[in-house]
């Protein structure tokens, strides 16, 4: 694939696609980046910033960006795309920070895991000449911080845009040429969609890992020990989505109450039903849906989006779908 895809028309041939990346938040998904963009040269020149000086002192020893900047509205200066990765709950407030600095015709984007509550908090503060389109990287791992990026990670995840409506097209071309060159499908869907299908796929799926895993571990006539000795039978994977980063998955749940609300009403009724076939001794009831769900599993395995290891195909710092 062409590094200079997604380039401006008219622009040099072999030429970066973007001349000035500024990455605000240099954790796990904001230092994959850095490295994706550096690997495939997607833009001439990488500017980072964190509000931790402790993550700008790791990300200069990592050699992960051209300048670390101190603040947000130095990061921006002159940048052509601009992609925050703070936690969700801090990208509107970075927003109006960095706003009045942003240069004329900037892509503004960002990766946070919900998209609806984003947009009502970055579109209303942002001048006329900036190009907002925002997006989520559906890849993570359950690690944080600037060591735990790498180049890989958003290989043949998805990366879904939520363009508004009035977006420049050119501008939606643009970024979905950079995700596809860092690896990445790319998906245009509305935002409320996007929440909707994440809260089944992502949000609850990990508010039950940190429910069991805090389940078990308030349990009185079960040790902690035997949790932990015993915990190969299914607890394991639970207690690794149960470890992702507090910070982050606080503000998932408080920016996507709505679709989270909705979803785990329907969890629950259809956890009350398979209450009611274990306690009615319905096996055929069980084993229909066992085997339902058994296919589901097959699906993503032959969509490529998994393997058929017995681990799940995960080893410590590969990719999941977060
Ligand atoms: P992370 O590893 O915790 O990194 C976030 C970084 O942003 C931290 O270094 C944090 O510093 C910094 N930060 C916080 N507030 C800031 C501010 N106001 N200005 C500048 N820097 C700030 O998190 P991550 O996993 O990369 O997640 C980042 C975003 O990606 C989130 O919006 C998340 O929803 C989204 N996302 C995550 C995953 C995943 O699986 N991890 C997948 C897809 C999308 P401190 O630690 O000092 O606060």
């Given at each position: 694939?062409?590094?200079?895809?997604?380039?401006?028309?008219?622009?040099?041939?072999?030429?970066?696609?973007?001349?000035?990346?500024?990455?605000?938040?240099?954790?796990?998904?904001?230092?994959?980046?850095?490295?994706?963009?550096?690997?495939?040269?997607?833009?001439?020149?990488?500017?980072?910033?964190?509000?931790?000086?402790?993550?700008?002192?790791?990300?200069?020893?990592?050699?992960?960006?051209?300048?670390?900047?101190?603040?947000?509205?130095?990061?921006?200066?002159?940048?052509?795309?601009?992609?925050?990765?703070?936690?969700?709950?801090?990208?509107?407030?970075?927003?109006?920070?960095?706003?009045?600095?942003?240069?004329?015709?900037?892509?503004?984007?960002?990766?946070?895991?919900?998209?609806?509550?984003?947009?009502?908090?970055?579109?209303?503060?942002?001048?006329?000449?900036?190009?907002?389109?925002?997006?989520?990287?559906?890849?993570?791992?359950?690690?944080?911080?600037?060591?735990?990026?790498?180049?890989?990670?958003?290989?043949?995840?998805?990366?879904?845009?939520?363009?508004?409506?009035?977006?420049?097209?050119?501008?939606?071309?643009?970024?979905?040429?950079?995700?596809?060159?860092?690896?990445?499908?790319?998906?245009?869907?509305?935002?409320?969609?996007?929440?909707?299908?994440?809260a089944i796929?992502s949000h609850v799926p990990h508010l039950i890992a940190y429910n069991i895993?805090g389940?078990?571990?308030?349990?009185?006539?079960?040790?902690?020990?035997?949790?932990?000795?015993?915990?190969?039978?299914?607890?394991?994977?639970?207690?690794?989505i149960a470890?992702s980063?507090?910070?982050?998955w606080?503000?998932v749940f408080?920016?996507n109450?709505?679709?989270v609300l909705?979803m785990l009403?329907?969890f629950?009724?259809?956890?009350?039903?398979?209450?009611?076939?274990?306690?009615?001794?319905?096996?055929?009831?069980?084993?229909?849906?066992?085997?339902?769900?058994?296919?589901?599993?097959?699906?993503?395995?032959?969509?490529?989006?998994?393997?058929?290891?017995?681990?799940?195909?995960?080893?410590?710092?590969?990719?999941?779908?977060?």
């Amino acid at each position: 694939m062409p590094d200079n895809l997604g380039a401006q028309p008219g622009s040099t041939p072999g030429a970066p696609a973007f001349e000035r990346l500024c990455l605000i938040g240099i954790g796990l998904i904001g230092s994959s980046i850095a490295h994706i963009a550096r690997q495939k040269a997607l833009a001439r020149t990488i500017v980072a910033m964190d509000v931790s000086a402790d993550v700008r002192r790791r990300v200069a020893e990592l050699g992960l960006a051209d300048k670390v900047a101190e603040t947000a509205e130095v990061a921006v200066h002159d940048a052509d795309l601009v992609i925050l990765c703070v936690p969700v709950g801090a990208i509107g407030e970075v927003a109006r920070a960095i706003a009045p600095h942003l240069r004329d015709g900037a892509i503004l984007s960002d990766v946070g895991s919900v998209k609806s509550a984003v947009i009502a908090d970055v579109a209303p503060c942002l001048p006329k000449n900036v190009h907002f389109i925002p997006a989520h990287p559906v890849a993570g791992t359950e690690q944080s911080g600037p060591d735990a990026g790498f180049a890989a990670l958003f290989r043949n995840r998805w990366c879904i845009l939520t363009p508004p409506l009035e977006a420049d097209p050119k501008a939606v071309a643009r970024l979905a040429a950079f995700w596809t060159a860092a690896g990445a499908n790319v998906e245009i869907m509305n935002p409320a969609h996007h929440d909707l299908v994440l809260a089944i796929t992502s949000h609850v799926p990990h508010l039950i890992a940190y429910n069991i895993v805090g389940t078990a571990a308030d349990l009185e006539e079960v040790t902690q020990s035997e949790v932990i000795k015993f915990s190969a039978g299914g607890f394991r994977d639970f207690t690794r989505i149960a470890a992702s980063d507090p910070t982050m998955w606080r503000d998932v749940f408080l920016n996507n109450k709505e679709a989270v609300l909705e979803m785990l009403g329907r969890f629950n009724e259809d956890l009350t039903a398979l209450q009611r076939m274990i306690r009615r001794g319905d096996g055929q009831g069980l084993f229909d849906l066992f085997t339902r769900t058994r296919a589901i599993r097959r699906g993503i395995i032959e969509q490529g989006q998994e393997t058929a290891a017995p681990d799940f195909g995960r080893r410590k710092g590969e990719p999941n779908g977060d």
